[in-house]
């Protein structure tokens, strides 16, 4: 049967694949991407052929994946981060009614949420929400909405897209929801270009947070009433209840 | 430097976990872990020294990998799915404050929200919330403030920890909760022992999902007002606005 992936490569170093992802990888003729992330694993692939497409033609772009697979080439169609968190595998799955003999496959990878706490410390150990600023496909009334509800019900918020140059004060806009119902002391962090050259980590309060300049490369945190720095990491404790009394009995003595 | 990881390993199968991931497993003396996921890796690393702890010994589990860090032994702390989302990074960077001379580093992993979403097809395509059902360190009515604002503002919900022996109706409970908000015909999904023998995959309707039986190895998720279902399918679409014209004409003929 023709076969397609849909591959996330997680957040830019070769080594932040999965092994199947890069195994994937190796199986395929034919590798379609974004640009940007095309050129992320190009030299690792050396032997395939690589088709691109720029930001906006999405639906193009899985079609050309999709006329691949249709001609029996093996192709994988691959995403930044995974291929399911705002990833390109939905649209992959809706325009693969047009071709019914194309088998589909989702191979997930590391999500910025995922690769941007971890450079911050431990954020997401409780409860949180995934918010994207974008207002490209969604009115900002809902994204507003969302913001609302997540800050008023303690989630950790992480925001995608905080920013882009038509969009510089979204994120101010978002810390200003939040702090309706957060202390402007929150603690919040930014990670950029996770994995990849240039990448920075900061953490910050909520206020200071408000007027941090950020870009499309850029994840950012906004911890719940509970979340604090550890030795200059930003770490959410794990329940609402009185923490776990911590012995400081050591084991192995 | 005394050194000590705390390595996401993903879903359950060893290609499921990052080409990093497994270099550090590699490049570790000792690895240290819940028993179940220490079964998981240890095939694949067979000349490592292999400490586990049950279940709700956590803080003990952190100690017993910290004293091997601080005896100069390299030492990974596994956990499944990610290191950070409801995973032992954050407790791991609290206890640290008492091994100074130790240097963390966090190593992400395929959480079960992305890993799940995967094999369900593209439920997460939009804004999500994650919320875990285990009220051992929350009290209930905490969830169910998230629960309910999570439902009230659109999102795709994924439910971690949605049931054990002792909280058989929690699923049902949350279900309900939803549905004060949503449509019962609401698109939901859940994934059992994602990537590990007895996968198992189901897409039903909201209704459906309030007198299921899951356990806790098994990730729900409760779609939005937009998820549907595509050829068998669970996906949500990318916005909120009127789809982007999807033009048929095929690109490379």
Request: net charge negative; hydrophobic share 40%; charged share 25%.
């Amino acid at each position: 049967m023709n076969k397609i992936y849909v591959v996330g490569i997680g957040p830019g170093e070769y080594d932040q694949m999965t092994i199947r992802a890069a195994r994937v990888l190796e199986s395929c003729e034919v590798i379609v991407g974004y640009t940007v992330y095309v050129d992320l694993v190009k030299e690792h692939f050396a032997d395939k052929i690589f088709l691109s497409a720029p930001m906006t033609r999405e639906a193009e772009r899985c079609r050309m994946a999709f006329e691949q697979a249709a001609a029996g080439h093996v192709t994988a169609m691959i995403c930044s981060g995974d291929a399911g968190v705002y990833g390109m595998s939905g649209l992959m799955l809706q325009i693969r009614t047009e071709y019914p003999e194309v088998d589909v496959e989702i191979v997930p990878g590391v999500t910025a949420a995922v690769s941007g706490a971890a450079v911050l410390g431990a954020p997401l150990i409780h409860d949180f929400a995934v918010i994207s600023l974008s207002d490209l496909l969604t009115p900002w009334e809902d994204i507003e909405r969302r913001i609302l509800a997540a800050a008023e019900a303690d989630f950790v918020i992480c925001f995608y897209n905080p920013s882009s140059r038509k969009r510089r004060d979204y994120l101010r806009k978002a810390c200003d929801l939040i702090l309706r119902f957060r202390n402007e002391d929150t603690v919040c962090g930014i990670a950029s270009n996770i994995g990849r050259e240039g990448e920075t980590v900061k953490i910050c309060t909520l206020r200071e947070l408000r007027d941090l300049e950020t870009d499309m490369f850029t994840t950012v945190f906004a911890g719940n009433s509970r979340t604090r720095t550890v030795d200059g990491w930003m770490v959410t404790p794990r329940g609402y209840r009185t923490e776990q009394k911590c012995s400081k009995v050591r084991t192995g003595k």
